[in-house]
């Protein structure tokens, strides 16, 4: 065998194509929006320490939130995070941490709030208006 022939029949000499139109759908956690939601929990300074959570068999996310000055107010809540903007909320006014601390089944750690992609949004959208399913 010439292996040299057996090589170059297979070399490869196409290059990749580039990406372009690529755009980020992630929104780093804001912690001014969920200070805002927060004064309830009294203290000079309310934040997202970092922690976010979500628990998969209820749909729920948690947060470990710090109170400066607010005594007993440090602890993971319910919040709520908006899917088109990836802002994150206090969740049903609550003034406490949760009792118990965080539930067992949140596990998974969130470190970007996955919006919703308007493009593929309307895509789905379009494709269903025609007909198409699956």
Do not use: C, R
Request: negative net charge; glycine residues 12%.
């Amino acid at each position: 065998l010439d292996t040299l022939n057996v090589q170059q029949k297979y070399k490869v000499s196409d290059t990749a194509a580039t990406v372009t139109g690529y755009a980020d759908t992630t929104i780093a956690l804001d912690n001014s929006t969920f200070k805002a939601s927060a004064t309830g929990l009294g203290g000079t300074d309310q934040k997202i320490d970092g922690d976010l959570k979500f628990d998969d068999t209820t749909g729920k996310y948690y947060a470990k939130v710090t109170v400066t000055g607010g005594t007993g107010k440090d602890g993971y809540y319910e919040v709520s995070v908006d899917k088109t903007n990836g802002e994150v909320t206090l969740a049903g006014g609550a003034t406490s941490p949760l009792t118990g601390g965080l539930p067992a089944t949140a596990t998974e750690d969130v470190k970007n709030v996955q919006v919703a992609n308007a493009d593929l949004t309307e895509a789905k959208a379009a494709l269903t208006a025609a007909g198409v399913t699956g």
